[in-house]
Structure formats: C-alpha cells, structure tokens
C-alpha cells in the first residue's frame, strides 16, 4: 500500500471514528441527564462527571512522554523487525508502562482527597467523588500494561486498526453505560463504560498484532538495553515536557472554573462541558490529517527523503489551515444552535463564545501540526519550554481575568497565548528546519486558506443575520446546510493546494473524476 493510500485510509478510519465519539457524546450526555436527573444535586453530579476525565488527564501524565517517545524511536527500527532492536524497544515499553501504571494508581489511591479541595467539591460530594477517582485510576492503570500495541500500529503506519477498534468500544461502552444507569449505578456507570472498553480493546489489538504480523518472530525479541532505555527517557522527558504545557493549554480551562465557583459557580463547570464538547470533536477533525501522517513524515526523516518531505509537509500545513477555516466558521454558525436543542434550552451558550473558540480553533490545529513535526524530528530543544511557559503564563492570566471576564475572558486568554508563544514559536522552528523564509511558510503556505476565509466569512454572517428570525431548529438547519455545503464547496475550490487537488484527481476512481474535474477546474487537464 502506498504512503498516500495508507495516509488516506487512516485519516478516512479517523473520522469514521470521530463520527462514532460525536453519537457517543450526543447519546451519553442527554442520558446522563436523564438519569441524574431524577437524583438530587443532579446538575452538580453531572459536573463530576465532567470534572473526572479532566482529573484524570492530569493524572495521565505520569506517562512524561515515554508512550510518544517509544512509538517514533519504533520507525526507527521497524524495517528490521527481526533483528532485535524492535523488539527490545516493545519490552522496554512494556516494562516501563507496568511501573507508571502501579505510580498512577498509588497517586490516585492518596491524591483524592487532597483533588475535592483543591477543585473545591461540594462536602456533600466529595466522598463520592473521592471513590470515582480511585476506581478510574485502577481502570487507566490497567490500560497502561496494554499501551504497546497502540505504538506498534503506529510505527508500522497502521492507525486505522486502532481507529476502527475504537469506534466499535464506543458502541460497547455506551451499551454498558446505559445498562449501568438503568440499574441505579449512578455515577459510577461511567467506571463501568470504561472497564468494558478497555476489556474489548486488549483482545481485539492483541489478535490483530498477532495477524498482521507486528511483533518480531519468536526467539527475535531481543532484550532491554540501557542504551535503548536511556534513548527513551531522554527523548520522552522533552515530550513529556510539550505534553504538560498541552495540557496546560487545552485542559485547564474546567479546573479554573471550578476554582473559581464563588463569581461563576460548580454549574458553570458543566456548562463550560456541554458548550465545548462540540469544539473537542471538531478540533479533532483539524488535527487528524496531520497526526495520521506523522509515521509517514517519520519514515522520510529517517530515510533522509528531505525535498519530498518538505513538499509534503507544505501540502499539509495548507491542508490544515483551510480545514480549520471551513470547521470554525461553521461551528460558529450552528454550536450556540445545537446547545439549545441538545439540552432542551436547559443551557445557554453565547454565540460570542463561539467566534473566540473559533479563532482559538484555527491556532491550536497549524500549532498542533508544527508541535508534532518538531518531536518527529528528535530535535525537541526550546520547545521543550515553550509549551509548559503557555501553559503557565495562561493559568495565571485565565485565572486573573475570570473574576470579572467569565468564560469569554478565558477563552481570550487562550487564543492571546497561543498566539504569543507555541504559534510563533512554530513558524519560527519549521522555518528554521526547512531552511525558509517566515513568510513562505507563514503567508504563501496559508494563502489558499485566507482566500477561503475572505470569502466564507461575509457568507456565513449573512446567513446568520437572515435566519435570526426562525425557530432554533429552522435555524440550526439552515445554518447547518450552509456551513456544510458552501464551506465544503470553498475548501475544495479555493482550500486545497493545487498539488493536492492534482494528485486526488488522478488517484480519485474513475466514477468521482467528473465530479472533481468540476471542483478542481484550475487543475490542468481537468
């Protein structure tokens, strides 16, 4: 299969599973609801709910970047997967995960307590509260002992096997959640959601490792080294550096609301949940592309392929910029909308809320395209820092300004940062890799997604003015269809890069040609 195939079908199996996460979550949480509903303090439990996975993603970094470290110094040596150096890498993975999985769980086991006040739970919660984190800190502690499958498939440029798998746990979870609730689990329905997709994922990675072939022959294995574990450790501790200020910067925004309960209150934590969730998954449709072609741009580094990885990378970058421009402008048009009708106007979201989220989005998906090159290349350097100053520098500024900004002001301070410090920082870093100009990479690369912006814009705001007067359901489907169709019909004439648009068309099956030769008119030949 060639690269551009394999790159096509993992990011085809990404959305797929993107496409299962979004019905998960628009079942999940109605459910949740639902069911707490009927419980008193149920909207405070519901923030619990929200409040664990965020927790819990603090907890995860205990990982310090040695899940990502293994599975790029893999690509290194997949190629010669017999000849000892692959397979001491999965032991020496394997080995590692097990005692960051017993150190996850003693924290979480101590840590509780300690986590009810600092987020300052509610008494009345707080026990129950102190027994979700435990229970999901044995859940995640387990997944730890299984992670090395995760990075096999991704050496051996085969996300889609994980991407397929996880779309079916969805649909395992989410039948054991509902049972849960039906049965008066309560909260803890989500611990028993958890427990089943991990259960699933094991046997289903472990048989398809075992099929495609992934793991070294037996008696091939090789052992643990100390140069090899050493290799690791150093190359993990600046990724787990970069993941603490992504944490920093994507996740923290939940925990400053609930320090701050006394100007916004626990509500507004689950307010701040149902109104983003949207953003989370759309986010993930940017990132996607460039994430799934991460194993390929590995490969070129390593097989020195400089020229046609530059070329590559270009392609992606624009790629990504007009993707974020199709998706936010679209997301401003229908997310306030679709909160209404979600939750049964039980929560209001600004629409104002929306454009600065936006704008954010834009950022954070070509900051999260450069991020992710510079650790492919194993030259992590000043960007080691750069991502946990952001972060740092954004606590202190969100939690500052929340007092009489609120949400928006949040969010402001998330797209100032992100612009001052990892987005500038980028440029600066893929300038200097591919030795060009900043404003190669900064405006011709992004010229095609500008064009589209200049264009989608006035649009949307027209069909934003002219539906104001409709019902909330006329309105989300009229803005809806325009965001979909005049922004899909944008990227596809202005967005796409003319290379890109010249290569679908000629690997495109031939019953899609007239369709695209109609989209792609600028492409010569067409």
Not at 69 to 76: E, F, G, N, Y
Request: charged share 15%; with cysteine; proline share 3%.
């Amino acid at each position: 299969m060639s690269r551009f195939k394999r790159v096509l079908h993992s990011v085809v199996s990404g959305y797929i599973t993107l496409v299962a996460t979004a019905v998960y979550v628009l079942i999940s949480f109605p459910l949740a609801m639902h069911f707490f509903s009927r419980e008193e303090m149920g909207v405070k439990k519901f923030a619990l709910w929200a409040l664990l996975s965020q927790v819990m993603g603090y907890f995860a970094l205990i990982d310090m970047g040695l899940y990502t470290s293994v599975a790029r110094l893999l690509i290194d040596h997949k190629d010669d997967r017999n000849g000892g150096a692959y397979g001491g890498l999965i032991k020496t993975s394997i080995a590692v995960s097990m005692v960051q999985g017993a150190i996850l769980l003693v924290a979480g086991f101590f840590l509780a307590p300690v986590c009810t006040h600092l987020l300052k739970i509610d008494s009345a919660l707080a026990p129950e509260f102190v027994r979700l984190l435990r229970w999901q800190s044995v859940i995640v502690a387990a997944s730890f002992g299984v992670r090395f499958f995760g990075q096999i498939f991704y050496a051996n440029q085969r996300p889609d096997i994980a991407n397929y798998t996880q779309a079916a746990q969805l649909v395992v979870s989410l039948a054991v959640l509902w049972a849960a609730f039906e049965e008066s689990a309560g909260v803890y329905s989500l611990l028993w959601a958890n427990a089943a997709m991990l259960v699933f994922s094991t046997a289903v990675f472990w048989v398809q490792s075992v099929r495609m072939r992934f793991l070294p022959d037996r008696g091939a294995w090789g052992r643990i080294e100390w140069i090899q574990f050493k290799e690791v450790f150093h190359f993990g501790k600046d990724l787990f550096l970069v993941a603490v200020g992504f944490q920093f910067i994507l996740g923290s925004q939940t925990l400053i609301i609930s320090r701050n309960t006394m100007t916004l209150g626990l509500e507004a934590v689950a307010l701040w949940s149902v109104g983003t969730k949207v953003f989370t998954m759309v986010y993930a449709l940017v990132w996607r592309p460039g994430d799934f072609a991460s194993p390929i741009f590995s490969e070129m580094i390593v097989r020195g392929e400089k020229e046609r990885l530059r070329q590559r990378y270009e392609t992606f970058t624009t790629l990504t910029a007009s993707l974020a421009v199709w998706i936010a402008v679209g997301y401003v048009l229908c997310n306030s909308l679709f909160v209404t009708i979600w939750f049964n106007g039980k929560f209001y979201w600004p629409a104002g809320n929306d454009v600065l989220l936006a704008l954010w989005l834009v950022l954070v998906g070509l900051i999260r395209l450069h991020g992710t090159f510079i650790t492919l290349t194993k030259q992590v350097g000043f960007a080691r820092y750069i991502y946990f100053v952001e972060g740092m520098v954004f606590l202190l500024a969100a939690s500052v300004t929340s007092r009489w900004g609120g949400l928006p002001a949040i969010i402001a301070c998330s797209v100032g940062c992100s612009f001052c410090f990892s987005f500038i920082y980028g440029l600066y870093r893929i300038c200097r890799y591919f030795e060009l100009d900043w404003r190669t990479v900064a405006l011709k690369w992004q010229a095609p997604a500008a064009k589209m912006l200049a264009v989608f814009a006035p649009v949307a705001l027209v069909v934003w003015w002219a539906g104001g007067a409709l019902p909330v359901w006329p309105r989300f489907l009229l803005n809806g269809f325009a965001g979909l169709t005049v922004g899909g019909f944008l990227f596809l004439r202005m967005g796409l890069p003319a290379a890109l648009q010249t290569e679908i068309l000629a690997r495109a099956p031939d019953w899609t040609r007239p369709v695209l030769r109609r989209a792609f008119p600028q492409v010569e030949g067409a």
